[in-house]
């Protein structure tokens, strides 16, 4: 029997594409009305986040119990107005009482009364991220610390810190050490307490509840966890394939890689910046998923259930590799939604993911309310689900170069309603810097990832073989950095004004080719008809 033929054998009639389109011709409409119940919830939690920062710290075991309830509720009818109302009410108690629990956490700290009064402590903990040098005209070495932990000097009493997490500022000689250190180590500091202040504020929606002046690092020990130490073991595994580059290839290619800028001289970043291709400079659902490809052959000789618990840990790993950047979040949730759903036997992709992943985040720490990366990543990745498709539709030439253009368009039409109220502007270079920045990210990743694994193992014995491995990766960095210079010399930005401008004259020039068409249709008609 023919994929054509009914159950009878005859040949059923084709579906008329006006009651079943196909699903890559479906329009943006069709693509959010399917995800209209997902992005419901996610559009209540956003409230609830935004609710419970206006009702402060608290418990809330209230409202968690209550939108336990109701979002249990939901679940179990499935369908219908009541089930919908259920969803939403529970899905935004549930966020204002996880909004109101994680403040509740940044007051009621174990070191409240020691920061106060700016007390001189010894603190035990791990590092949440790599080190990083501080900004420009300040100097010094900045790093998010989880403590422990912590005890006044000669006390000798060690208290618990309940894992809250602090600004280490220093500089001297424990910057320098503390610069050599990663996340996961483990450190003993001694230095004062004090809140944050100026634009160190900001960091409380990353769980800061401090800062911690550093006149010493007392003690450095290597992380505590198994995935801890993979990850670091594979990160330096990677960037050790990367040496046999020049120093700002090799900075760009961590930055490619791994999000790891930390090395990427000043004047790049500027250009980079200054062009709109700062994202590029940030992991993405790309890394993602070429990662999960180089595991590929390795996850397609178990069974089903051993491909989806390797390809989640895959996730998990690499999303330690790269600290658990926003953007990875993003990513890593949507892929390891799409593994289960697969799984279980319902299968969902698109908007409905990105929706049900962001939701599930933003419960999880609503504080990434608050994160642009965060933010940037869910627009760009919804611009791409909504408008790629018939932007390549519309768009002339062959097939691979549509693709490229299209999604590249669609995500920078995605994240401009973010990042120009983040931001002022954006670059008048962006469209064109990406466009031709974007036929090089792809195989700068996969070559970088490529090269990094295998230099990295063969470096020490054939390093020939690993320079010539990396030559790919070398020419397609410099490319970029050439795209991204020459963005930046291109004067002028987009403003909110000026987006409103454009918005209405593409809305102007499609309303203006609608009525074209219905005329063209019109005179065709009315020609017939005399016929």
Known sequence: MSPDEGPTGTRSPAPSPRTRPARGAE???????RAAGPLGVLGAVVAGTRLGEWLGPSSGLLLLASGLVLTLAGVARRAGA????????????????????ALDGLTRSPLAVAIDRRDDVVVRGSLVEDPRSGARRFGGTRVLVR???????????????????????????PGARLRLLEAGDRVELAGWLAPLAGRDRHLRWRHAVARLDVVDLTGVAGPDTPLSRAANGLRHLVLRGGEVLGPSEQALVAGFLLGDTRD?????????????????LAVSGSNVAFVLALAGPVLGRLGLRGRVGGGLAVLVLFGAMTRWEPSVLRAVAMAAGSMVALHLGRPTAGLRVLALAATALLLVDPFLAHSVGFALSCAATAGILLLAGPLRRRLPGPGWLREGLAVTAAAQVGVAPVAIPAFGAMPIATLPANLAAAPLAAPLTACGLVSGLFGGVLGGRWPGLAAALATPTAMLARAVEVVAALGARVPGSVDGRGALGLVAAGCLAAAVRRAGSAGAIGAGGAGRARR
Request: hydrophobic share 45%.
């Open 264 to 280: 990427v001289p000043e004047e790049v970043v500027d250009d980079f910046r200054a062009s709109g291709l700062t994202h590029l």
């Open 82 to 101: 009541v089930a919908a109302t259920a969803l939403l009410l529970g899905g935004a108690l549930l966020a204002t009482a996880a909004t109101q629990r």
């Open 147 to 173: 403590l422990r932990s912590w005890a006044r000097p000669g006390d000798g009493t060690w208290q618990p810190a309940g894992g809250r997490t602090v600004l280490v500022t220093t500089s001297g000689d």
């Open 27 to 33: 329009g943006p409409l069709v693509e959010l009305r």
